[in-house]
């Protein structure tokens, strides 16, 4: 037979345990998906994207870079995305999205040992962001943000065709999935 304290006692442990399932369960990790912890204020629902600027000697790279953050906010958020080719173009969005490319370079990251010669190169892109709104408060800011692009370089020239142009357009798209991922979840 279980006595009156004994039944208390498992009562307690029930409780106990039930509070602590819910509290877990309310708590969580802090781990959060970009559809539940957007960072952006709610009132902002229209997003310019000027073009890039360069300060670079590596031709067009602000405008694939431009064109990938365009793509993917347009495919992966609800915003509306004004691209601001000229300057009083998105002068009425919400919000504004600016970057500079500070750096691009490449280097050879291995060597073939039979001629000396790279067999794989390095692509790398530095860039300043900042989303800003109306009114010029920054919401979001990464003052260097640091991608990587390796290629293979073709030994035969026979074969030899240009491969750092598509490693920049992979490069990019790397970029614009990680920045729109960034502006969404405030890392």
Do not use: W
Not at 46 to 70: C, G, H, R, W
Not at 90 to 104: H, Y
Not at 135 to 146: H, I, M, R, S, W
């Amino acid at each position: 037979m279980i006595s009156a304290r004994q039944r208390v006692s498992a009562g307690l442990t029930l409780v106990s345990a039930f509070t602590l399932v819910l509290t877990l369960t309310f708590t969580a990790c802090g781990y959060h998906t970009s559809a539940h912890n957007v960072i952006l204020p709610s009132e902002v629902r229209t997003l310019a994207i000027p073009a890039f600027l360069n300060q670079t000697q590596t031709y067009k790279v602000e405008q694939t870079l431009t064109k990938a953050v365009v793509r993917e906010f347009t495919t992966r958020t609800k915003y509306h995305i004004v691209f601001a080719a000229r300057k009083d173009e998105g002068a009425d969005a919400d919000a504004t999205l600016r970057g500079t490319v500070l750096s691009a370079t490449t280097a050879p990251a291995t060597y073939d040992s039979k001629s000396g010669r790279a067999s794989t190169e390095l692509v790398t892109v530095k860039m300043h962001i900042t989303l800003t709104d109306r009114q010029g408060k920054v919401l979001f800011e990464n003052p260097e943000y640091t991608f990587r692009e390796e290629y293979q370089v073709s030994g035969q020239l026979s074969s030899f065709f240009e491969e750092e142009s598509p490693a920049l357009d992979r490069l990019a798209r790397s970029f614009a999935r990680s920045l729109v991922s960034n502006v969404l979840e405030g890392f």
